[in-house]
């Protein structure tokens, strides 16, 4: 019987969560009440508060629980390469891939940078980087031909890169610029951040 009151408990908070996603999607983040979050979620306002204390906490619940690295990780766990340029072509595939699936993950980040300056990010971190980091290590352990050895640096530079790729992605959608872009963009993208913009010398 406690089983199912938990369960039933979290889909409650997963119901708040997907309203309150949409709303904030749609309107803002601080143009969001939480009475309207109950309303669209088809719950009475003080039924949300038995899951949250704040919209705050909402927020960052939404920015760990929905976050797509749990099925983007065991996708990159899996990336096949012989090479570290395989590996690390398969996994940038596999990432652009899912996060394109969820275009409206990418506009929550925007809310989360724009809107609460990253606060949020230490907390998703906690939550993410023990079970990323090791990925990073295994690799850089496994092969010989990385000029970066530190393992924080090289998920840093490899998912800032991914990010860079998608705000880019999204400024030059429908114009000039992106008419310009060659048909194998993203491939050359993760070119540059594997060997950069320089010739190797002669």
Do not use: C, W
Not at 17 to 43: C, N, P
Not at 108 to 126: C, N, Q, Y
Not at 139 to 146: A, E
């Amino acid at each position: 019987m406690k089983k199912d009151k938990q369960t039933k408990g979290e889909m409650t908070r997963l119901a708040v969560e997907d309203a309150a996603i949409g709303l904030f999607l749609e309107q803002g983040y601080h143009a969001t009440s939480m009475r309207q979050i109950a309303d669209r979620a088809e719950l009475a306002l003080g039924g949300i508060y038995n899951h949250f204390s704040s919209k705050d906490e909402i927020f960052e619940a939404i920015i760990i629980d929905q976050h797509p690295y749990k099925k983007i990780l065991p996708l990159i766990l899996e990336a096949e390469g012989n090479t570290t340029d395989e590996f690390f072509r398969n996994a940038f595939r596999i990432v652009i891939g899912e996060l394109g699936n969820r275009p409206e993950f990418i506009n929550l980040m925007f809310i989360e940078l724009v809107e609460f300056k990253g606060k949020h990010g230490s907390v998703m971190l906690r939550e993410i980087a023990p079970k990323v980091l090791p990925i990073f290590e295994k690799v850089i352990k496994g092969r010989k031909d990385l000029r970066v050895t530190h393992p924080a640096l090289l998920m840093r530079s490899f998912f800032g890169m991914i990010i860079s790729y998608f705000v880019t992605e999204m400024i030059i959608a429908d114009s000039v610029v992106g008419k310009l872009m060659p048909k194998n963009s993203a491939d050359m993208y993760i070119d540059i951040f594997l060997k950069g913009i320089l010739k190797e010398p002669a």
